[in-house]
């Protein structure tokens, strides 16, 4: 499932007898939605990041973007590494899933070389401290038949 928020896993798990496997939900160091992955490992459900390097911070020329924060930048520095292999190792450390998308081969490339370096507990609690709890993407909520619906062509 994707963009499940507390209340709908709760209703999901209270109403029936299905635990799902995955929920692909916004999350990078700015939105972390920790009480929801709090949920998820109550369950054993894996937390599956979209836009794990920010790239919702970025689109429509974002004023605060995850791949220019100071804080991610110094760490990079420290391994020698880009900002989003940073928030990448991150992900891996905190035991997410993350998808992150690139049209660029060198960057699909840099987007798997996290495998040999490692933050430590300093680095991982300053990333963590990045949270500022505002969404980049669309309240699920929010998202309704009537605002978000869409035709399906007749064949
Ligand atoms: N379930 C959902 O509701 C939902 C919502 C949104 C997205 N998604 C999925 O999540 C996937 C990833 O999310 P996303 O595309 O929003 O964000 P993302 O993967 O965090 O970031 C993608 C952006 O970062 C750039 N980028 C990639 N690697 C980079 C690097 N190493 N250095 C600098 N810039 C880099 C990309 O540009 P270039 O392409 O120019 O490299 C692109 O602008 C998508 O493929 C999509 O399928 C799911």
Known sequence: MSNF?????????DETSVVPTVNQIELHPYFQQSE????????????????PIGGIT???????????DPTLKEIAGRHGKSAA????RWHL??????IPKSTKPAR?????????????????AAIDALDTGVRGG??????????????IPKA
């Open 58 to 68: 970025s689109y429509g020329g974002g004023e605060r973007r995850t791949l220019d």
């Open 108 to 124: 699909i490339a840099e987007n798997f070389g996290i495998f040999d370096f490692e933050l430590d507990s300093e680095q991982i």
């Open 93 to 98: 450390q905190e035991g997410h899933s993350a």
């Open 36 to 51: 929801l992955q709090s949920m998820h490992a109550e369950n054993g459900i894996v937390t599956q990041a979209w836009s």
């Open 138 to 151: 669309p309240d699920p909520d929010s998202i309704t038949l009537e605002n978000y619906g869409m035709e």
């Open 5 to 13: 928020v507390p209340e709908h896993l709760e209703r999901l798990l």
């Open 85 to 88: 292999q940073v928030m990448l």
